[in-house]
């Protein structure tokens, strides 16, 4: 049985939905263009005015926003409210050039509490659970965003943040904490330190809820952790720039909910920018509907991922994004070829002898591109017969073969030696770009 937040906005009924968004899209357009020097140009470049758009049907009428107008207009240029009106900045550091700011007002703050209170009541939390937020506080949107939150739908905050895992996994005891909100990576290391300690999460803690996001993470992987510790585990997603952890999943675990009554989903194919039939997956563009003080039109996020807008068999009407597939930007072309790493997180985590850490490293050899995955064993599966170890060395690099259609070289490194991370794991060097 699902449980509602705000049952009358969840399971407002499509046509009403539309009305809305609607009505909402039109003032945020006239809104920016009043308020924001870079939409009126924008605009004023495209040959749109706000009364152009009249009808959700207009939207593709709009130009773009991308991550490099942030940058560009560094810190705050962006910005449709003054600094009288923000109350909040995040910074997000992005792996090249300058990092984008992000700023708040009051309402942005309640909103966004808002958006978490309803996805955080749809996975079951409510005001029983103790939850432990392990994502990092401060510029990053994680910590604070599930903060405030989890507080919202009266459960009992344990702030934790990154790192210092053996208390974590110490106070998750003596605190009885029910959710843990982190990347999954981070929780892959938190089970093995527990192992170390001698502590079973399934036996000798009362976690039963995963909220796992920002980053990549495929369904394997869920279904490992799942079978491992026998939590719940739940997608989260979110992007600094729409206000930070924003949807998850619900109970059924069958997409994550995008509120439509804050933003318009779109779905365009990366490289014509046109939108792709439902159910292709595409690059994912978001507009706020509700967000003022760095409000954003037909933002592109990068993430790849596939609309549905079916309503959703829990009884919300509003539409779902599949599992993020990857970024346009963390494709990797290798001899010509399309390689998602979320790809082969999905075959390696189906072969029982494989751990739960892996990395691929890209380099050039003359004109030839070489792709080479460390995968690193379990205790159970790194054996001391050679014998043994090429024969899995052989299995690992033909299932790959099979789902990547490129040869990769196919390294099996003993547990333990690939890196471990707190926050967002990095799994890709790409040396050609060194
Ligand atoms: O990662 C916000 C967040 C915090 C989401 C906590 C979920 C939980 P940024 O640092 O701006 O914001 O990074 C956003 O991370 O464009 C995706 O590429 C990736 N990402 C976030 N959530 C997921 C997810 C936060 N569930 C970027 N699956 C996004 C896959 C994700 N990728």
Redesign the pocket.
């Known amino acids: 049985m699902s449980s509602y937040w705000d049952p009358h906005l969840e399971r407002m009924p499509l046509a009403d939905l539309r009305i809305l968004q609607e009505d909402r899209l039109k003032s945020m357009v006239s809104y920016v263009y009043d308020h924001s020097s870079f939409y009126r140009q924008r605009f004023k470049q495209a040959g749109i005015e706000p009364g152009d758009i009249k009808s959700l049907n207009d939207l593709t009428k709009l130009p773009f926003t991308r991550k490099a107008d942030l940058r560009d207009n560094y810190p705050t240029g962006m910005f449709s409210l003054p600094r009288s009106s923000v109350v909040r900045y995040h910074v ?1 550091s992005g792996t090249t050039g300058k990092p984008t700011v992000v700023g708040y007002t009051k309402g942005d703050i309640e909103t966004w509490t808002e958006s978490l209170a309803r996805s955080l009541t749809s996975i079951g939390l409510g005001r029983d659970d103790v939850i432990q937020v392990a ?1 990092g506080y401060g510029l ?3 910590g604070l ?2 903060h405030y939150g989890a507080e919202r739908i009266g459960a009992a905050v344990l702030p934790m943040g990154t790192g210092n895992t053996e208390r974590q996994i110490e106070l998750m005891q003596d605190l009885g904490t029910t959710a843990l909100a982190c990347t999954p990576s981070y929780f892959l290391h938190m089970t093995e330190v527990a192992e170390k300690m001698g502590i079973s999460i399934q036996d000798d803690t009362k976690l039963k809820t995963g909220i796992f ?5 495929s369904l394997e992987t869920r279904k490992r952790i799942e079978d491992a510790t026998g939590i719940n585990a739940y ?7 729409i206000s ?2 924003l949807f998850t999943e619900c109970i059924n675990k069958s997409g994550i909910h995008v509120w439509g009554d804050l933003f318009l989903t779109e779905v365009l194919d990366p490289k014509t920018g046109e939108p792709v039939e439902d159910g292709e997956r595409g690059e994912l563009t978001f507009t706020t509907l509700h967000k003022f003080a760095l409000p954003l039109i037909r933002f592109r ?3 790849i991922s596939i609309l549905d807008n079916e309503p959703c068999e829990c009884g919300r009407t509003h539409p779902r994004i599949m ?2 597939l990857g ?1 346009t930007d963390d494709m990797l072309i290798i001899r010509g070829i399309n390689v998602f790493p979320s790809q082969v997180e999905s075959v390696l985590m189906n072969i029982p002898e494989v751990g739960d850490h892996w990395e691929i490293i890209v380099d050039r050899k003359g004109h030839l591109d070489l792709m080479m995955i460390r995968v690193e064993l379990t205790e159970s599966g790194f054996s001391d017969k050679i014998g043994d170890l090429i024969k899995l060395k052989k299995n690992v690099s033909k299932e790959l073969k099979n789902v990547l259609n490129i040869a990769a070289e196919v390294d099996l490194v003993e547990p333990g030696t690939i890196p471990r991370f707190m926050g ?1 794991a990095t799994r890709v060097t790409d040396k050609r770009k060194l």
């Open positions: 997000s994502y990053f949107t994680g965003g599930l996001g920002a980053e990549p993470w997608d989260i997603y979110g992007t600094s720039e930070g952890p996020i990068g993430d599992r993020i970024r967002k």
